[in-house]
């Protein structure tokens, strides 16, 4: 039977005895499989790792669904930085920069990594890379100006994961203080774009609207200072999902929303484990073709 690890919260670089785990099944792409990204801490704030399939239930709209995937294996992240530069992050632009390069210390030799900077309006600054050090060169010298275009920036970013991430583990990290003044997207329009992706939002300093999404997401948004325990916290956090996969028994291509309901049931010797995932998915849209 596999042993039942839990990770301390903040601590990194402590050892720990890792649960010997059978291999984990492949994932083929599979347009039917409803993925959930989910991550199980104790009443501490501890990551507990180590748990198996059995461990878990699913419900779509109340109805229990059958489990067909699951994994825990350390797979590579496709990961964006959105990072704020307009003028109200004046004060808090050192701690932002320190925040990101923070963060790109974390990164694993298979990692993918993009930049966003934004102000008025969002530019993609490096593209995704597995050279941190591109990145990094930019942080270093991003000024703070002009007004905030938050919203249109998480969508650039969200976009840019969709069309170009090479890795199924995909997650954005906003660096801002959350105020949004400038942006053309509303929020409810980003929303609902994030709703029909497959990602993960996590901020860093950020207040407001934007931690909606971070919620919606099954991500978590961190405030306060230890910046390099935050950042270590992120990529623990990464590290350590469980991946669980469905084929919902509702067939209707009616585009609709559709919560997800996630549940741990405890091993022996653990009680009140609490799970954090994404709270649900749009359905796909039946096509009509014309022929002529």
């Known amino acids: 039977m596999r042993s039942l690890v839990i990770l301390a919260s903040l601590l990194v670089a402590v050892t720990t005895f890792v649960a010997q785990q059978a291999p984990s099944p492949s ?17 501490m704030g501890r ?16 109805v229990a669904q059958q489990i067909e995937y699951f994994s825990t294996e350390d797979d590579p992240l496709s990961v964006g930085l959105i990072f704020d530069a307009s003028s109200s992050m004046h004060p808090m632009l050192e701690y932002a920069r320190q925040a990101a390069l923070a963060f790109l210390e974390t990164a694993d030799a298979q990692d993918e990594y993009f930049l966003v900077e934004f102000a008025d309006r969002p530019h993609l600054t490096v ?22 275009a938050l919203y249109d920036a998480v969508y650039v ?31 409810s329009n980003l929303r609902d774009f994030v709703r029909e992706q497959n990602v993960q939002i996590f ?3 950020a207040w407001g609207p934007i931690n909606n999404l971070v919620e919606l997401t099954g991500g978590y948004a961190y405030h306060g200072d230890g910046l390099a325990d935050i950042c270590q916290k992120i990529a623990v956090e990464l590290k350590n999902e469980y991946v669980i996969g469905y084929r919902s028994t509702n067939l209707a ?14 091993p022996r010797g653990l009680s009140n484990l609490n799970v954090r995932s994404k709270t649900g998915y749009y359905a796909a849209s039946q096509t ?5």
Request: proline share 3%; aromatic share 6%; charged share 30%.
């Open 157 to 187: 970013g969200v976009e840019k994961l969709k069309k170009s991430a090479n890795n199924p583990k995909r997650a954005l990290i906003t660096i801002t203080d959350g105020e949004e003044n400038h942006s053309r997207y509303t929020f």
């Open 253 to 266: 291509t009616d585009g609709r929303w559709r919560k997800i309901q996630l549940k741990v049931k405890p």
């Open 47 to 62: 990551y507990v790792v180590g748990l198996e399939k059995e461990n878990f239930q699913v419900w779509e709209d109340k």
């Open 203 to 205: 901020s860093i300093g």
């Open 27 to 43: 994932l083929k792409v599979d347009v039917d499989l409803v993925l959930v990204n989910a991550t199980v801490t104790d009443e």
């Open 127 to 148: 593209d995704l890379t597995g050279d941190i050090s591109k990145l990094q060169q930019h942080i270093i010298f991003i000024p703070a100006k002009g007004n905030t």
């Open 288 to 292: 009509l073709s014309i022929t002529k």
